[in-house]
């Protein structure tokens, strides 16, 4: 049975850091794409980032591009998501979603999240 | 990129059919088919349901379908139930190599 659980959310001040880490289980991560998707209470969903089975591509969305990193330790069978400058606005539930394939960014799997707030 | 268009609320009565639109451009639904439809009830993590389109995961029910014509993608459901009340989200690949969503529709089940 395939199952994600992330971890590492929390409360931070407006500029400061955090590292999410999503450890998968019943697959292996190195054959697929994994992505990042986070949810602002009460809104809707949001594509953070996508690395490539590989490890080779990544991308981000607009909103993040610059601040974020995702990576990936297929040792630990793990991605990460490392977010540096925190705004309010990052706020959100993050998830992290399992590609179908190798970047074909349709998510078969999800964790249940895990929960970063940005305040004073 | 802008988020996809979708109506942020729909409702029907138990037995019957509701169709959700999500409109995109040419630079997302228009050009790929890479189309996928999301469930979400409160408190819980989405769940794939249509991909490609008008592909369904196995174990997904046959009551739900999708389509696509031109910038604009539609999810069916037929022989609506109270387990349908939940959010959907659209989403679609973009020019950018990148993913966007659309904002949402919370189904009501009057």
């Known amino acids: 049975e395939v199952q994600l659980l992330e971890s590492g959310g929390g409360l931070v001040q407006p500029g400061g850091s955090l590292r999410l880490s999503c450890a998968a289980s019943?697959?292996?991560?190195?054959?697929?794409?994994m992505n990042w998707v986070r949810q602002a209470p009460g809104k809707g969903l949001e594509w953070v980032s996508i690395i490539s089975s590989s490890g080779g591509t990544t991308y981000y969305a607009d909103s993040v591009k610059g601040r974020f990193t995702i990576s990936r330790d297929n040792s630990k069978n793990t991605i990460y998501l490392q977010m540096n400058s925190l705004r309010a606005e990052d706020t959100a539930v993050y998830f992290c979603?399992?590609?179908?394939?190798?970047?074909?960014?349709?998510?078969?799997?999800w964790g249940q999240g895990t929960l970063v707030t940005v305040s004073s | 990129q802008s988020a996809l268009t979708q109506p942020a609320s729909m409702s029907g009565s138990p037995g019957q059919s509701i169709t959700i639109s999500c409109t995109g451009t040419s630079s997302d639904i228009g050009d790929y088919n890479s189309v996928s439809w999301y469930q979400q009830h409160p408190g819980k993590a989405p769940k794939l349901m249509i991909y490609?389109?008008?592909n369904r995961p196995s174990g997904v029910s046959n009551r739900f379908s999708g389509s696509k014509s031109g910038n604009t993608a539609s999810l069916t459901i037929s022989g609506l139930r109270a387990e349908d009340e939940a959010d959907y989200y659209c989403s679609s690949y973009t020019s950018s190599s990148t993913l966007v969503f659309g904002g949402g529709t919370k189904l009501t089940v009057l």
């Open positions: 490609d389109v008008n």
């Open positions: 979603a399992k590609d179908r394939g190798n970047y074909v960014i349709q998510f078969d799997s």
């Open positions: 019943g697959f292996t991560v190195s054959t697929y794409a």
